[in-house]
């Protein structure tokens, strides 16, 4: 057989090609012209319009922002036959950077209304994620790429309609479509788009304090640093993130130009030190706030006289954040990176004199307005409040954990987590909401349900289960007294036969005895198994033939230390003391079969043992005595 180019044939005819995905953390997007009665000239020279109006609104809305990792950027491109801006941005742990890129789309579709946006991230369409508790249920991962769309500041889906996603097709036939025939239903069947206000409001709910949340996204605070750093991070505040990454995901080999022998060779040597207010993102300023740092040779001196609790955290941060932009230029993987020819650059003209280092003076006009750090801290009881909902009813407006942001966030999750377990029809898929615009089923199930489900609420309403007497079963199996009315354990107990024949005298529906018997049989089934497997052996003494009629090893105990102590109080004691006792057998058991390893033993008894000096060989004996 002659082989294919690509060597793919061994996957069959039909297979196209492996599912495509993202990498971590990252946004991509894109933007269409679908008119088509425009040509691809045409085409091209609008998009490259609103990439001109792009770079406009960019610098008005992020003046002063700071990227977390990589920022907002549109490149005119050409795929699958198609002209467009398209867009890739890895947003890292600042998830905010993703929803203000969500932001500038839509605000771009709002002036350009014959642009159509598609914006995806690791998780797909994230926006239908956003909106899973309005979206109808036909409209489920598998079958949701290239369905969602953002056109005028709406939110569009393209629905399963027969002619309109795959003309010919029947719309049982469901699969995710094609870029291609997306666009190809946008152009000619654009009136019979799916628009819904409800879904909109909740795939952009996160965009409702856009753009005051900004701004709202960064954190000013004082530190000492190098003047010479001060002088870079002058020029730019945006060099600080790279700096803050490679702090955060440092390693062994990043910290040697910390440990050098030389500490002249620094590039930022803490010997000229000045207080500056530096721009953080509040997920950068996190991440250097909570980490554990041994401070630097270099540092020790200066960390040694800050005697205030002011002092002491701004020199940390500034120590920290320092010791960042050391590795960054340090790192030979970073030497082709923007930033770090940037700021070569500039310490080169600060070598050549063609540029001076700041004096205390010009740094002080530079703004010194501190943030609180109040949103780092977390009250355990504000918490429950915002759980709760009532953090709002306590007389305390505005106070609470976080921002207003995060709060409503988290107000929000919890109550479509109480939605969703308040459905009774959610079942393994997740939650399932009936809407009006849930139509895709309508003709089925009016043809073939009606019925069905009358009969699954007949079956429902015939089939009874008690909860006590399988309890009682599955105590007796497990080698367990079964329990009183009043909650203490007894010798004696129902019985399988006494469930049968409860069973058999009711006058229930024969479907119900049934299902009784059927439990009753697994339960059998699975005691057997247990029995032959010794799983169900808790002490040397051997089960009858039966758990009727035959002592219990709890009850043959109990009449072991009757025999010592000829009371009623001591036997019930003393069976507590029986079972407490097979526990810890059975746990020092699991103990000793770990071998000194790490296993279930140890981590639930959370200690340390002594071996088993009974069962330790000859030459284990040194060993043993050692420990």
């Given at each position: 057989?002659?082989?294919?180019a690509?060597?793919l044939?061994?996957f069959?005819?039909d297979?196209?090609e492996?599912?495509?995905r993202?990498p971590d ?5 894109s ?6 009665t425009?040509?691809d000239?045409?085409i ?15 610098r008005?809305?992020l003046k002063?922002f700071?990227?977390?990792r990589?920022?907002?950027a ?8 198609l ?5 890739r941005t890895?947003y890292g742990d600042?998830?905010q950077?993703?929803?203000?890129i969500?932001?500038i789309?839509r ?15 690791t998780?797909g369409e ?6 899973a508790n309005?979206i109808?249920?036909?409209l489920?991962?598998?079958?949701a ?9 709406q939110l ?8 309109v ?17 997306a ?6 069947a654009r009136?019979?788009?799916?628009h ?7 795939a952009?709910?996160r965009l409702?304090n ?9 954190h000013?605070?004082?530190v ?13 505040a945006a060099?600080l993130?790279p700096?803050?990454e ?5 390693d ?7 440990q ?6 620094l590039v930022f040597?803490p010997k ?7 721009k953080f ?6 991440q250097v706030?909570?980490?554990?740092f041994s401070t630097?040779?270099?540092w ?7 005697k205030?609790e ?13 010791s960042g ?5 340090a790192?030979p993987?970073?030497?082709d990176?923007k ?14 004199g063609?540029?001076?280092l700041p ?7 530079w703004?010194?307005v501190?943030?609180?750090e109040a949103?780092?801290?977390v ?11 009532t953090?709002?009813g306590?007389?305390?407006?505005g106070k609470?954990f976080?921002?207003?942001s ?6 929000k999750m919890?109550a479509?987590?109480?939605?969703f377990?308040d459905d009774d029809?959610?079942g393994?898929?997740?939650a399932?909401y ?19 489900d ?7 309403g ?10 009682t ?16 354990s ?5 019985t ?7 069973v058999?005298?009711s006058?229930?529906h ?7 018997l059927?439990v009753l049989?697994?339960s059998q089934?699975?005691e057997a ?6 799983a169900?052996q ?8 039966g ?5 219990s090893i709890?009850?043959g ?12 109080d001591d036997n019930?004691?003393d ?13 020092l058991e699991s ?10 033993g ?7 043992l002594p ?9 284990d004996?040194p060993?043993a005595?050692?420990?």
């Amino acid at each position: 057989m002659e082989e294919t180019a690509d060597g793919l044939e061994g996957f069959g005819k039909d297979f196209q090609e492996f599912p495509r995905r993202l990498p971590d953390d990252c946004v991509e997007y894109s933007m269409y012209v679908l008119d088509h009665t425009l040509k691809d000239a045409e085409i091209r020279e609008r998009l490259r319009n609103v990439q001109s109006a792009t770079s406009t609104l960019t610098r008005k809305l992020l003046k002063d922002f700071i990227w977390q990792r990589e920022g907002f950027a549109l490149e005119l491109v050409r795929e699958d036959g198609l002209s467009s801006l398209h867009g890739r941005t890895n947003y890292g742990d600042s998830v905010q950077d993703e929803w203000l890129i969500v932001y500038i789309l839509r605000e771009l579709s709002k002036q350009f209304q014959d642009i159509w946006v598609k914006v995806v991230d690791t998780d797909g369409e994230f926006l239908l994620i956003e909106a899973a508790n309005s979206i109808p249920r036909w409209l489920n991962p598998e079958i949701a790429d290239n369905r969602v769309w953002i056109n005028s500041g709406q939110l569009f889906i393209i629905p399963m309609v027969d002619g309109v996603d795959r003309p010919g097709r029947s719309s049982v036939d469901c699969r995710a479509l094609t870029l291609k025939e997306a666009c190809t239903c946008i152009r000619e069947a654009r009136s019979q788009l799916l628009h819904s206000s409800t879904i909109e409001a909740d795939a952009f709910y996160r965009l409702r304090n856009y753009p005051q949340q900004i701004n709202g996204s960064l954190h000013h605070a004082a530190v000492r640093i190098p003047r010479k750093l001060a002088y870079v991070l002058h020029q730019s505040a945006a060099y600080l993130s790279p700096a803050v990454e490679a702090f955060y995901l440092r390693d062994s080999i990043a910290l040697r130009p910390l440990q050098a022998q030389n500490q002249n060779d620094l590039v930022f040597h803490p010997k000229d030190l000045v207080t500056m207010v530096v721009k953080f993102t509040k997920v950068g300023f996190a991440q250097v706030k909570s980490q554990q740092f041994s401070t630097p040779a270099a540092w020790i001196s200066v960390v040694s006289t800050m005697k205030d609790e002011r002092s002491m955290a701004g020199t940390e941060i500034g120590m920290k954040i320092t010791s960042g932009f050391e590795m960054l230029v340090a790192d030979p993987q970073n030497q082709d990176h923007k930033v770090v020819r940037e700021i070569k650059l500039l310490l080169e003209d600060l070598d050549s004199g063609e540029d001076q280092l700041p004096s205390d003076a010009e740094i002080s006009h530079w703004g010194m307005v501190e943030d609180d750090e109040a949103w780092l801290d977390v009250n355990f009881e504000d918490f429950d409040n915002e759980l709760s909902g009532t953090s709002q009813g306590q007389g305390t407006p505005g106070k609470g954990f976080g921002d207003k942001s995060a709060q409503e966030d988290l107000q929000k999750m919890v109550a479509r987590f109480k939605d969703f377990l308040d459905d009774d029809a959610a079942g393994s898929e997740g939650a399932e909401y009936l809407d009006d615009m849930d139509n895709d089923n309508d003709e089925d199930d009016d043809d073939g349900h009606a019925s069905g489900d009358t009969s699954s609420e007949e079956e429902d309403g015939l089939i009874s289960f008690d909860e006590d007497k399988f309890a009682t079963m599955m105590r007796e199996m497990m080698g367990m007294p079964p329990e009183t009315e009043d909650g203490q354990s007894i010798t004696g107990g129902v019985t399988r036969a006494s469930i049968v024949g409860d069973v058999r005298a009711s006058g229930v529906h024969s479907s119900a005895r049934e299902e009784e018997l059927e439990v009753l049989r697994l339960s059998q089934a699975m005691e057997a198994e247990l029995k032959a497997a010794g799983a169900l052996q808790l002490d040397s003494v051997p089960y009858g033939s039966g758990l009727n009629g035959t002592k219990s090893i709890f009850k043959g105990r109990r009449e072991r230390a009757a025999e010592v102590e000829d009371s009623e109080d001591d036997n019930d004691n003393d069976s507590d003391l029986d079972i407490d006792f097979n526990l810890a057998k059975n746990l020092l058991e699991s103990f000793k079969s770990q071998i000194g390893a790490a296993g279930p033993g140890s981590s639930i008894m959370g200690m340390r043992l002594p071996r088993d000096q009974d069962s330790a060989t000859p030459q284990d004996q040194p060993a043993a005595n050692l420990r």
